[in-house]
C-alpha cells in the first residue's frame, strides 16, 4: 500500500509541467536525472583530499606527552591520527587510507585484537625488545621494520626495551568505512598468548632485507619511482607497499596516479613536489599525495620512502591509471 504522501500513478502521468512532477517525485525519493543540481560524472578524478605533510619530532613530542597522560589501559592504542585536511573530515589520510602515529612504553603491552580493516606498520624507533604479535607469533620490530596484520589476523603488541617504541600505522579503514564491512573482536585472554618467536615470517620485512633488495634493484622503465622494490605482491588485498630509494640530488619523474598514496620517510631528508605544492620532510616524517596530484620527490640526503597505496585494489578493479608527466 502506498504512503498517504505518495502520489497516485494517475496524477504522475497528468502532470502538467515539470516543476509539479518534480514536487510528486520527491515524497517518492526518486530525483530526475536530467534535473540534477550536481554532477554524477565528471571528466577525471576531483582533487577532493589534499597534499599534506606531518612531521614526526611534533607527533614524536605528542606522543610523549599523551605517554603521562593516557595509558594503554585506557586507551586501546595510543595513536595519533593523521587527518587530512579537507572540511569535514577528522579521520582519512587519504580517500581509503588512514596513518597513524603510535608510541608503546618501556613495560607495557597494547591488547590484542583483530578486525577486519588490513594494516601494517612502519618502525621508527625501537629498542631490542619492542615487539608485535600475530596471530600467536612473536615478531621483533626494529627501525625500518614493516610489519603486517592483514584482515581477520589477531595482533597486539609490547615493549621489554628500557626506551619508548615509536611507529607509523597504516590501515585500510577509510575504505571500510565506505564499503561498511566493518568488523572488530577483541582477542577473549585481552594479550594473545605467544605460541612461537619468529626471526623471518612473511608479516615481517626487515629492513636489512629491504635494504639489500633495493641495493640490486633498477630503475624502472618510467623513472616515476626511481629505485624500487615491493613488499609482498600486493602486501595485502587493498594495500600495496613500495621502497623507493632516491639518492641525494636525484628528482624522480612527476607522474599522476589514480592510486592514493602516503610516503612515510624511513630514512633521509628531502622535498615533495605535489600538484604545485613544496612539502619538505625527514625521516620519521609522513606525506600524503592523494589520487591524481601530479607529484615527484627530489632527495636532499640518501634516502628511502614506504610508499602505501591502495594501487593494488585500483588494480583489481580494473581502475588503474597512471600517467608520467
Ligand atoms: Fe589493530
Redo the contacts with the bound molecule.
Keep these: 500500500m502506498m504512503a498517504p504522501s505518495s502520489p497516485a500513478p494517475r496524477d504522475l502521468a497528468q502532470s502538467s509541467s515539470l516543476e509539479e512532477l518534480y514536487g510528486l517525485l520527491k515524497p517518492m525519493h526518486v530525483g530526475p536525472g536530467w534535473h540534477k543540481p550536481t554532477p554524477s560524472l565528471w571528466d577525471e578524478p576531483r582533487k577532493t583530499f589534499v597534499p599534506a605533510h606531518w612531521n614526526y619530532e611534533q607527533a614524536r613530542a605528542a606522543l610523549d606527552a599523551a605517554g603521562r597522560l593516557i595509558n594503554t589501559e585506557l586507551a586501546?592504542?595510543r595513536n595519533l591520527i593523521l587527518f587530512n585536511p579537507i572540511p569535514g573530515n577528522d579521520y582519512a589520510t587519504t580517500r581509503t587510507l588512514l596513518a597513524a602515529y603510535q608510541m608503546i612504553l618501556p613495560g607495557e603491552r597494547a591488547r590484542s585484537?583483530?578486525?577486519s580493516?588490513n594494516?601494517l606498520r612502519l618502525v621508527v624507533e625501537a629498542e631490542p625488545g619492542a615487539y608485535t604479535i600475530v596471530d600467536g607469533v612473536k615478531l621483533m620490530m626494529a627501525p625500518g621494520d614493516v610489519l603486517l596484520?592483514p584482515n581477520w589476523s589477531w595482533?597486539g603488541h609490547g615493549n621489554e626495551a628500557d626506551a619508548p617504541a615509536y611507529w607509523i600505522?597504516f590501515?585500510d579503514t577509510p575504505l571500510i568505512h565506505a564499503l561498511e564491512p566493518m568488523f572488530f573482536e577483541p582477542h577473549p585472554e585481552i594479550y594473545e598468548p605467544v605460541a612461537r618467536i619468529a626471526e623471518v615470517s612473511p608479516m615481517r620485512f626487515a629492513w636489512d632485507d629491504s635494504m639489500q633488495r633495493l641495493e640490486a634493484a633498477s630503475a624502472d622503465s618510467d623513472g616515476a619511482y626511481g629505485l624500487h622494490i615491493e613488499l609482498g605482491a600486493p602486501a595485502m588485498a587493498t594495500i600495496s607497499l613500495h621502497m623507493v630509494r632516491i639518492e641525494a640530488g636525484v628528482v624522480t619523474a612527476p607522474h599522476r596516479t589514480t592510486a592514493n598514496a602516503i610516503y612515510a620517510v624511513a630514512k633521509g631528508a628531502g622535498v615533495s613536489m605535489i600538484d604545485g605544492e613544496t612539502l619538505q620532510w625527514s625521516r620519521g616524517d609522513v606525506i600524503a599525495a592523494p589520487a591524481w596530484r601530479p607529484h615527484s620527490h627530489r632527495a636532499l640526503k640518501d634516502s628511502v620512502l614506504l610508499r602505501v597505496s591502495d594501487e593494488a585494489l585500483l588494480r583489481k578493479l580494473d581502475l588503474l591509471r597512471t600517467e608520467v608527466l
Excluded: I, W
Design positions: 586501546e592504542r585484537h583483530r578486525h580493516p594494516a596484520t595482533h600505522d590501515l
